[in-house]
């Protein structure tokens, strides 16, 4: 059986300052790869970085705004100096906390295209600026994060199920498009999970959807660690194009 190979890969992880962010890069740098911590937050990046640097493990807080080209290209020429390249790239950065749940009809134009913004249009750029040194590097994969509401439909809460809807079908072309430089694009998409932001966005985020899977239970942001590391490790080598959900079975009660 192959192994996940990740020992010293070259990882980058948007939206690593919390969160489900920093448990991915907390995972990768145990799993032996150097991770690139990269947030809008830059201090909090750096936290991060810290934090897995005195573990032994190799790591850089570099500060990116995914919305902005040249911001990524930045991350991307700054990477190509640390390392001369990348291998994976998890495209986590999306704006979740602080969103407010209301009718579709009632949510403000500006709100929806900030989520558009982020969730979407961030994706496809870290996407375009980091695959070049992917190609260079003879191959890599991209691990972009979706949500498990694509699929339940999430009531009163559009903008966020809309813009990761998208990021599912960009990822199926992007793995189409990808493949013959060997760089495979899967998602994954969390359930929820008790992270910082969920506890300030619903209030009952501790008890919130216990009963609702198969597994009876509050997910936990390292829960959806292995997820990610599986989809970009070589035990996914030939998988691309797909979503794993990890929501603890509630898609099917």
């Known amino acids: 059986m192959a192994e996940l190979g990740l020992t010293g890969k070259r990882v980058v992880v948007t939206g690593a300052a919390g969160g489900l962010g920093r448990a991915f890069a907390e995972g990768f740098a145990a799993s032996g790869a150097r991770v690139a ?6 201090d ?14 190799e790591a850089h807080g570099l500060d990116v705004d995914v919305t902005r080209a040249k ?27 602080g969103l407010e749940r209301k009718p579709f009809e009632d949510i403000d134009e500006g709100v929806w295209d900030k989520v558009m913004a982020v969730n979407v249009k961030g994706v496809w750029q870290m996407s375009r600026a980091l695959t070049p040194l992917m190609r260079q ?21 559009m903008h966020y199920v809309a813009s990761k809807g998208a990021v599912i079908a960009m990822t199926r072309s992007m793995a ?14 969390p359930g929820f999970t008790l992270t910082e932001a969920s506890l300030d966005l619903i209030e009952d985020a501790a008890s919130y ?45």
Do not use: H
Request: proline share 1%; hydrophobic share 50%; glycine share 14%.
């Open 137 to 157: 590097a003879g191959g890599g994969a991209i691990v972009n994060v979706a949500s498990a509401t694509v699929f339940s439909g999430s009531p009163m809460w």
């Open 37 to 42: 911590v990269a947030d809008i937050n830059a």
């Open 71 to 97: 911001s990524c290209k930045a991350l991307a020429d700054r990477v190509q100096s640390l390392w001369g390249g990348v291998d994976i790239l998890v495209n986590n950065a999306a704006i979740y906390a």
């Open 176 to 189: 189409r498009e990808l493949g013959d430089d060997g760089i495979r694009a899967n998602v994954l998409a």
């Open 209 to 253: 959807g216990v009963t609702r899977g198969a597994l009876k239970r509050s997910a936990s942001a390292e829960d959806m660690v292995g997820g990610a590391i599986y989809l970009a490790s070589d035990l996914a080598g030939f998988v691309t194009g797909q979503t794993l959900v990890v929501d603890g079975g509630r898609q099917f009660i």
């Open 44 to 57: 909090g990046a750096a936290q991060t970085a810290a934090q897995i640097t005195a573990t032994g493990q």
